[in-house]
């Protein structure tokens, strides 16, 4: 289970249902991206998914949009974008630190 719904990341994206294939695949990747940059997973952490806090549930929408417009590793005639800031802060902010 996402801590994202697909119909949450479809009204994100202003999207109807037509995307709902790419946009899950999207959800799943992106949750998983953020949970590998905390160093914990959103269902242990929070006791599952569905107790993830709002910050990190936005971090989720925000690359998933990031990654349903630009899903190509480069493109011609356009610069490339990391991932956007406010990813990085959520994460920041939450993430499980540690040193050995």
Known sequence: ???VSIQEALDHLNLDSGETNVVERKIVA???HIEKLLGYTFAEHF???????E??????LQLVGHWYENREATLVGVSAQELPFSVWQIVAENRA???S
């Open 1 to 3: 289970m996402a801590a």
């Open 30 to 32: 992106a949750q998983a």
């Open 47 to 53: 006791d599952g998914d569905e107790n993830t806090p």
């Open 55 to 60: 910050d990190l549930k936005e971090a989720v």
């Open 97 to 99: 630190w540690s040193f």
